[in-house]
């Protein structure tokens, strides 16, 4: 009897010390949620810059935060805009680039043919010089003219005179040869920029050509072949006073 | 053995609470609202223990409950556009003074009766 008295009472004591202790777990557990939870709020509250937002309701955020979402798509829209016309720009850049690089080409050569430039390249050198028996007067250097280029010749000229198309040949009186506006005299030389072999072997045509014609007639021709002449600019400068582009 | 267990919870809690990520402002509301709540159902707790009628099971679904219904409250309140977490705060404060009203009344008798005891002993002492 007294031992099953013992047992209730150690049972009954057990059982209290085992409440006691779910107890405690559970008002430790609910303590440390409180608290945790309470200073993650003070952490909160701290941490948020509530003077800005402290009168704004919560849907007022939200508009505001519509608006500058909206703002914000907006702004990305027109940089996608700005963005597109850049590249055009680019684009149309790189092509006006190309156009005026083919203009700068067309220029130059427009300026190699008119003689505004100095020039250089491969071509021959004629000398033509008096004798005794021979005086060359300006029909001989017209004439040798168009044979060179009836050649090939792409420029042309004697005594450092650059014969262009608006180049004159004239001989006042005789022994006076003025070629564009400047006195010339023997010897000529008549410096040729062109196809090397095509100028020689058509000027040096046996009996029909130029030199043998002319060296028949006693003038002294002396032709040589050289890989850097140089020519210089045309130095005349033609005002255009009447003629006009275009249809009348 | 109880009162160990509350300091170790506290501590602990507030090591957590210093070291998790902070939340977003607009929910703070609702956690605080949810603070309020369950240190309402602490101190009526208290209150209980000190009338001697604490029940472990009320204590615990009282606080969790209150915390979790006042935030539901709330986030409806919030959805029909009523300030319900006001009414909610109203409730749990009032019952948060009345609980205090009590635990402040209950030390107070006992201190007045603790004197009262003193003085007369001391009065039958001088007889």
Do not use: H
């Not at chain 1, 040729?192 to 060296?215: A, C, E």
Request: glycine share 8%; aromatic share 8%; net charge negative.
């Amino acid at each position: 009897m007294e031992g099953v008295k013992k047992n209730k009472i150690i049972s009954a004591i057990k059982g209290i010390a085992g409440t006691k202790i779910i107890m405690c777990v559970i008002i430790s557990v609910i303590c440390i949620v409180l608290f945790a939870v309470m200073f993650m709020q003070f952490k909160t509250v701290e941490e948020t810059d509530i003077t800005a937002i402290e009168n704004m309701r919560e849907t007022e955020l939200r508009t505001a935060i519509a608006e500058w979402k909206g703002k914000y798509e907006e702004a990305v829209e027109q940089l996608e805009a700005n963005k597109k016309t850049i590249t055009e720009y680019e684009k149309t850049i790189e092509e006006n680039g190309e156009t005026s690089e083919l203009v700068d080409k067309d220029l130059e050569e427009s300026n190699m043919k008119l003689g505004k430039t100095d020039i250089y390249g491969e071509g021959i050198v004629i000398t033509l010089s008096n004798t005794n028996e021979y005086t060359i007067d300006t029909f001989d250097l017209i004439d040798l003219i168009n044979e060179l280029r009836y050649a090939g010749a792409e420029a042309i000229s004697i005594n450092d005179v650059r014969i262009l198309g608006s180049t004159f040949i004239s001989q006042p009186q005789d022994g006076l040869t003025i070629i564009g506006g400047q006195r010339v005299a023997s010897p000529f030389v008549v410096k040729v920029i062109g196809n090397q072999t095509y100028l020689s072997s058509s000027l040096s045509l046996k009996d029909s050509g130029y030199i043998d014609r002319n060296r028949a007639r006693g003038m002294q021709v002396v032709l040589e072949a050289k890989n850097n002449i140089q020519i210089p600019k045309n130095t005349t400068d033609r005002e255009i006073n009447y003629m006009k582009e275009g249809e009348n | 053995m109880i009162f160990i267990a509350i300091v170790i919870g506290c501590v602990i809690g507030a090591v957590i609470g210093i070291f998790t990520p902070m939340i977003p402002y607009t929910y703070s509301g609702y956690l605080a609202i949810a603070i309020i709540a369950a240190l309402d159902s602490v101190f009526g707790g208290i209150a209980a223990t000190l009338n001697k009628n604490f029940d472990l099971k009320i204590f615990v679904t009282g606080f969790f409950g209150n915390a979790i219904l006042s935030i539901l409250l709330s986030y409806l309140g919030q959805k029909l556009n009523v300030d319900i977490y006001l009414a909610a705060i109203v409730v749990f404060v009032g019952r948060m003074f009345n609980n205090l009203g009590i635990i402040r009344r209950y030390y107070l008798t006992k201190w007045e009766n603790a004197r009262a005891k003193k003085e007369q002993n001391v009065s039958e002492k001088a007889e």
